[in-house]
């Protein structure tokens, strides 16, 4: 008899139901400052109350009645999710950290790609109308000095957090055995709401990223490495800014299960950037976004559903880690936004506009007018080391 494994990763090899880590897209860009900045793209909505657990709100055990065993111990209040455990030295050198309760201007309908895009776009609500560009090149276009030619991506999507003004060079390495990264994310759109499709769908594309991470189906696996090094390689020289994804966050059945194999990617993928780097890594603060949280209670399959409110992790020796930042409100039935979700008491968007102040030197006013249309940036979160 075939096995769950072997009659899962049979379909997504032939359907060809598969977009590995590898050609994902990363953009980079040069600019005339020291400090390097590296934005990560978590597609899916990464569960922020997983991933960082406040273990001491009295309301988080009966939201999350299987979910959240085996977690690191941080301060007491909050505990690390243990799949990344390879982080945990980070994080207690003050290297790593998070901002829990945030969001961006997005909310209710809680659509993949509406979130993608706003997130990418830096903007929300009315101020997002006619905005076709991303937050990170409207930013790079208003810095003098930066070097247009020395902006390219990787992969087969275009990233819109860097299209725009600013030209971007683009290069595709060969692909097989796989769907482009519009072409997933189209199929996972479309079976969204159904859930015997849905799941069997992302139960194969797993199967399939777990074939290539031991070079059964081709490219040799460990994408998300190679592209981490790749990025290192350029952010040692003039480049100062990359850009690119990592999927898999989309976790609305079995968690338990699925969740740790995207934090592992995570959590490698940082660990290479810091390799890669070197000494270099001193000056960099990596940021790790997602377009929404997900829901504070758990569902009837063991996962969670599309929220408001998540967290982010940032990394790097330019940073402030060890620690989470932020205002915590509360997860007690009264608390929740919409009676379901973590509410968010910071805008996402702030903590990226304050790295440009530091690190581009750009005017706070240019920031919330132009860069994050709409933001009101607020007090400093105090990120920078």
Avoid: K
Wanted: aromatic share 6%; net charge negative.
């Amino acid at each position: 008899m075939l096995d769950r494994r072997q009659v899962l990763g049979g379909l997504a090899l032939g359907c060809s139901a598969a977009a590995s880590p590898l050609w994902t897209p990363v953009a980079l860009a040069s600019a005339p400052w020291e400090e390097r900045l590296v934005v990560l793209i978590l597609r899916g909505a990464m569960d922020g109350l997983d991933v960082l657990r406040p273990v001491g709100d009295p309301a988080f055990r009966g939201l999350r009645p299987t979910l959240g065993a085996g977690g690191l111990p941080l301060d007491g209040w909050w505990e690390l999710h243990p799949a990344l455990a390879p982080l945990l030295p980070l994080w207690e050198a003050g290297e790593m950290g998070a901002a829990h309760a945030v969001s961006t201007p997005y909310r209710d309908r809680r659509s993949h790609f509406d979130g993608q895009d706003i997130l990418e776009a830096g903007s929300g609500g009315a101020a997002a109308e006619g905005l076709r560009d991303g937050w990170l090149n409207r930013a790079l276009a208003r810095v003098p000095g930066v070097e247009a030619e020395t902006a390219y991506a990787i992969g087969r999507e275009q990233l819109l957090i860097l299209t725009g003004e600013a030209p971007v060079g683009r290069w595709s390495p060969e692909a097989r055995l796989r769907l482009s990264p519009q072409a997933r994310r189209l199929i996972e759109m479309v079976q969204h709401d159904d859930p015997l499709f849905r799941d069997a769908s992302l139960m194969a594309l797993e199967i399939v990223d777990e074939l290539e991470g031991e070079g059964m189906a081709g490219g040799g696996g460990a994408g998300h490495r190679q592209l981490a090094e790749f990025a290192a390689s350029r952010l040692r020289g003039d480049t100062r800014v990359a850009s690119f994804s990592l999927g898999g966050w989309d976790t609305h059945a079995q968690q338990a299960a699925t969740l740790p194999r995207a934090l592992a990617r995570l959590a490698e993928t940082i660990l290479a950037l810091r390799d890669g780097l070197g000494p270099v890594w001193g000056r960099t603060a990596v940021l790790c976004l997602t377009e929404f949280g997900r829901t504070a209670r758990e569902n009837g399959t063991g996962g969670t559903d599309h929220g408001t409110g998540g967290a982010m992790l940032f990394a790097g020796g330019a940073l402030r880690g060890g620690r989470v930042v932020g205002d915590w409100p509360g997860l007690a039935d009264g608390d929740l936004y919409e009676g379901r979700d973590l509410r968010a008491t910071r805008d996402l968007r702030a903590h990226p506009a304050w790295l440009l102040r530091a690190f581009a030197g750009l005017p706070r006013a240019e920031i919330e007018g132009a860069v994050f249309p709409g933001l009101d940036m607020g007090d400093d979160p105090g990120l920078i080391e």
